[in-house]
């Protein structure tokens, strides 16, 4: 069974940095790409970043590129998510995402960890 | 940046009946575009991909059609485990990938 767990959410506040986390089980993670969606409360998904199996290709969305970077470790079977200086419009749950194959929509999800950036 | 725009925001549909969903893509997706279903609390859940291919374990009500830019996801009848909000995805170019606002069925 897939399984995705994310975690290192909380409160922060604006400027701080936070590290979140995703454990992955039940495939063969270092085979998918891996991405993170976020959604704001009472809101829409919002796509934030993605990175392929090997870490050769990344992409984010132009609302936190420069501030975020996403990584993996194929050993660990994670996912990461680096959030710096963050802002009060970054509070959100964050969900960790497995693409399907070769084409990026998401066959599983996490429960996601919810970021919430306040003074 | 592709642009997902989906209508209607809000459906009021009575179980049984037929509940139908619009989504179209500021350019072409081809047959990219993926369909999600998202109830309170809870994660998204994959419908449909490649515009009609129903994921795993997703009931024969759901069907999913079109091409290009105009998308429609047809719930044949709806049940009462169906009322939730319903998101549409492109992933023809990446990155980004992007969705649409969503459609919330509820129960009229």
Not at chain 1, 2 to 29: D, M
Not at chain 2, 11 to 16: A, D, E, Q, Y
Request: aromatic share 12%.
């Amino acid at each position: 069974e897939v399984q995705l767990v994310e975690s290192g959410g909380g409160l922060v506040q604006p400027g701080r940095s936070l590290r979140l986390s995703c454990a992955a089980s039940g495939f063969t993670f270092d085979d998918y790409a891996m991405h993170w969606v976020r959604q704001a409360p009472g809101k829409g998904l919002e796509w934030v970043s993605g990175i392929s199996w090997n870490s050769g290709s990344i992409g984010y969305a132009d609302s936190v590129k420069g501030r975020f970077t996403i990584s993996r470790d194929n050993a660990k079977n994670s996912l990461y998510l680096q959030m710096n200086s963050l802002r009060a419009e970054d509070t959100a749950l964050y969900y960790c995402a497995k693409v399907a194959a070769e084409f990026y929509y998401f066959d599983y999800w996490g429960q996601g960890t919810l970021v919430t950036v306040s003074s | 940046e592709i642009v997902m725009t989906q209508s209607p925001a809000t459906l009021s549909v009575s179980p049984g009946e037929r509940a139908t969903l619009s989504c179209r893509a500021s350019q072409s997706v081809s047959s990219n575009l993926a369909w999600y279903q998202q109830k309170p609390g809870q994660a998204p859940r994959l419908l449909i991909y490649g515009a009609s291919t129903r994921a795993t374990g997703i009931p024969a009500r759901f069907s999913g059609s079109g091409s290009g830019t105009e998308f429609t996801l047809t719930i044949s009848s709806l049940q009462s485990e169906d009322f939730a909000v319903y998101y549409c995805q492109q992933y023809n170019n990446w990155p980004p990938v992007t969705f649409g606002g969503g459609t919330k069925v509820e129960i009229k």
